[in-house]
């Protein structure tokens, strides 16, 4: 009897030490939650608009001219940064409609070279834009926000394709085989969807470009939370032990604090910097 309740009791530890590891990291991942929060309200200056603000001058140069406003305000983000962003949250729509937050393979050879190719367009166009900027006349054409949102919407789109299944392989125990794009008729769709996204935004006014400007602008801490998280993954050596969200949120909570920090960090840098430049 007392060897059969001894190998009961070596059996029951590894679950008890599992169960209390992920109390552990959940009570980690409530503090680190409630330590965002606290940054996030506290550590960036005024109201909803201008931490929105805020947020864009660690990131974006704010150029009044290379900045769609809406009622009479400049958004957080300039057209390119504002169409990186929406073009990546596109990427990241579909995919989560896909259910392919857990693809962990990149598209296959060719619509790589597609892919890469939507960077091209985004190069030239800063080039040319910063030429006109700072020279006596545009390198190669007239500039236009339009443009700027296009190509950077292309760009966000590459960028969030390219990023997902590295993130997908250090998260998650079995990330999925499936490619995060398979076919050549989804890439074709979720371009379709972008283009008329950034039509809404471009033809739009009032309450549809402000929808747009904080829409856009909350990528940039989204997306730099899905980066640091990869980091936090590390440090904390969880690389590939998710089984479920419960086990990623924790680490979600990390690259938020993280990402804040370097928010905050940022502007702090900018302003010293540059004294004046105030969002």
Known sequence: MRSLFSD???DDRPF???????RFWQFT????LAL????????LPGGLAAKANWVGFAVCNQMPAHSFTFG???FPLCARCTGQYLGAWSAFLFLWGKRRLRAGRWPHRSLLMVLFLLFFPWIVDGINSYGAAFFAGPLFYTPHNSLRLLTGSGEGVVLLILFWPLWAQTTWQQPDATPVLGRWGELTALLVVVLFLDGILFFGAGVVREFFAYFSTSGVIVFLTGVNTIFATAAARREGKATGWQDVWPLLAAGLVLTLF????????RLWLLPGAIP
């Open 72 to 74: 009479g305000h400049q």
């Open 262 to 269: 370097e928010i905050m960090a940022m502007d702090h840098i």
């Open 16 to 22: 008890e030490q599992s169960l209390d590891n992920q």
């Open 29 to 32: 991942g409530g503090g680190l």
């Open 8 to 10: 009961a009791g070596k």
């Open 36 to 43: 965002a929060f606290f940054l996030f309200w506290f550590g």
